[in-house]
């Protein structure tokens, strides 16, 4: 496949080593190359098989709009603009787009999610979720705190799930969600050692949107990669 990375941060940056370590030819532009997603146009996106984006809340807006209005595909690591998720998955599918999102791409947050689905079952425990990433981290909570805090609430009507924020240096990754009841503690817990996992888990899911078209939540489809 021909990737377009958007993003040369930390996580961009190792997308497009993964890319290219599973054998995908990779181009990649920063925010200066791609100002306003002035780069996105029909032309530059024709031979483009997937776009990855990893930058920053307005500006992955502003790429999800030129690429799904010409029916190209793109996996969205960003977080922070879900406000505009229903818009951008009726454009996706109006121009025939495709249009992978995810709070994580981590298959080891995945799980994480999957095992809070369990434990948020519990009858009679309090629930709290903490998180820490790196200073530079724009958005907070994170969207996977995000995700976390959804998942409790859902099973638990009426309650609000308090989630804790701390940015520290540069941490990869912790979430940790906590059930207290009468006579015990549980606890789940996701630490990221590296960026690696995010990185590999956005390749993949390019590698399968583009067999797919549509709207799709990474938490849906990461059994089928």
């Known amino acids: 496949m021909l990737l377009l990375v958007l993003g040369k941060g930390k996580t961009g940056s190792l ?33 483009i098989d997937v776009v990855i984006d990893f930058t920053a809340p307005e500006a992955a807006v502003k790429n999800m709009r030129a ?11 960003t977080t922070g603009w879900y406000a505009h998720l229903n818009e951008m998955k009726a454009l996706a599918i109006k121009r025939g787009g495709g249009l992978l999102y995810g709070a994580n791409f981590s298959i080891g947050v995945q799980k994480l999610f999957r095992l809070t689905t369990e ?9 709290t979720i903490a998180e ?23 099973a638990q009507p009426g309650t609000n799930v308090e989630v804790t924020s701390h940015r520290v240096g540069d941490a990869k990754g912790e979430h940790i969600v906590v059930a207290t009841g009468p006579d015990d503690v549980l ?39």
């Open 15 to 47: 997308v497009t080593h993964v890319a290219r370590e599973r054998g995908h030819s990779v181009r990649v532009l920063d925010l200066t190359e791609n100002r306003d997603a002035s780069a996105l146009t029909a032309p530059a996106l024709a031979g």
């Open 187 to 225: 606890e789940l817990r996701h630490d990221a050692l590296s960026r690696r996992g995010f990185a590999l888990g956005a390749v993949r899911a390019a590698e399968w949107l583009v067999n797919n078209t549509g709207a799709f939540d990474f938490r849906d489809i990461f059994d089928q990669l």
């Open 67 to 77: 690429v799904l209005a010409v029916g190209a595909r793109i996996v969205v690591g």
């Open 132 to 154: 820490t990433h790196h200073e530079s981290k724009l958005d907070a909570p994170s969207g996977t705190a995000i995700t976390l805090q959804e998942i409790v609430e859902s």
């Open 119 to 127: 434990l948020a079952k519990l009858d009679g425990y309090t629930f």
